[in-house]
C-alpha cells in the first residue's frame, strides 16, 4: 500500500530548465516531509525538508512546496543543472519511520 | 566522522538459502533502521531498532529479521531467500530515530542478487 504517491516517474529538462516532482500522501499524521536525492551506487542523502506548518521552504536552487489542505508537496529544482541528474524520493515521516515516494529519475541535458 | 558502513557490498545467493547483511551507524547514532530498494517500488521500510529494541516493522514476511547490539551496529538476515528478494538493502542511521526533525543518512547500500 503506497501512502505516498510520487510523479512523474522519469523526467528530461534541459539545462537552466526548472525541474519539477509532486508527492500527494494520505496520512494527516505525518509530520515531515524530507526530499532525499540519490546518485548511481550510492544511497540517497537529505537534500531538503519540510513541516506542515510552513509552505514553502528553499534552498539555493531546490524550492519545496507544500499544501497541507490538498495533502500535496513538491520539489522545484530552479536552473537545473547536468550535475542534478539523480533520482529524487520524496518521503514523509511517521513514527520511527519514514514512508518514501517510488522515485523520479531526472536528467538534465546540457 | 565516518558515514554509515554495509558490509558487503555485494552479494550472489541462490534460492533457499540465508544472507546476513551488516551495518555500521554513524558514531553516536543510536537508531538504525533498514529499507529494500527495488526499481519502480522506492524504498519499502523493513524495521527500525533503537538501544538494541525494534522499535517498528514494515510489512515483510517473518523471514526478514534484524537485530542491534549494544554498539548499535545492527544486521539484517533473510532466510529462505527467493528471487522476488533481489534487491538493495540500504540501511540507515540518525541520533534517536524519533523521525521529526530528525535526518536519516544512508549507507551506500548492499546489492543482493538471488539466483
Known amino acids: 500500500q503506497q501512502q505516498v504517491k510520487q510523479s512523474p516517474q522519469s523526467l528530461i529538462v534541459q539545462k537552466g530548465g526548472i525541474s519539477i516532482i509532486n508527492c500527494a500522501y494520505e496520512?494527516?499524521?505525518?509530520?515531515?516531509f524530507p526530499w532525499y536525492q540519490q546518485f548511481p551506487g550510492k544511497g540517497p542523502a537529505l537534500l531538503i525538508a519540510?513541516?506542515?506548518?510552513?509552505s514553502e521552504k528553499k534552498e539555493g536552487r531546490f524550492t519545496i512546496s507544500f499544501n497541507k489542505s490538498a495533502k500535496q508537496f513538491s520539489l522545484h529544482i530552479m536552473d537545473s543543472q547536468p550535475g542534478d541528474s539523480a533520482t529524487y524520493f520524496c518521503?514523509?515521516?511517521?513514527?520511527?519511520?519514514?514512508?518514501f515516494g517510488t522515485g523520479t529519475r531526472l536528467k538534465v541535458l546540457a | 566522522k565516518a558515514g554509515v558502513t554495509q558490509t558487503p557490498r555485494y552479494l550472489i545467493k541462490t534460492r533457499g538459502q540465508q544472507v546476513t547483511l551488516s551495518c555500521s551507524p554513524i558514531?553516536?547514532?543510536?537508531?538504525v533502521s533498514w529499507y529494500q530498494q527495488t526499481p519502480g517500488q522506492g524504498l519499502q521500510f523493513l524495521f527500525e531498532?533503537?538501544?538494541?529494541?525494534?522499535?517498528n516493522k514494515g510489512n515483510f514476511p517473518g523471514r526478514f529479521s534484524g537485530r542491534q547490539f549494544s554498539n548499535s551496529r545492527s544486521e539484517m538476515n533473510v532466510s529462505t531467500l527467493e528471487l522476488g528478494d533481489s534487491a538493495l538493502y540500504l540501511c540507515?542511521?540518525?541520533?534517536?530515530?524519533?523521525?521529526?526533525?530528525?535526518?536519516?543518512?544512508f549507507g551506500s547500500g548492499t546489492q543482493l542478487s538471488v539466483l
Open positions: 540507515a542511521s540518525s541520533l534517536v530515530g524519533t523521525a521529526t526533525n530528525e535526518k536519516l543518512f
Open positions: 531498532y533503537f538501544s538494541e529494541t525494534q522499535r
Open positions: 519540510i513541516r506542515p506548518d510552513v
Open positions: 518521503a514523509a515521516s511517521e513514527t520511527y519511520k519514514y514512508i
Open positions: 558514531s553516536g547514532h543510536r537508531s
Open positions: 496520512n494527516t499524521a505525518f509530520d515531515y
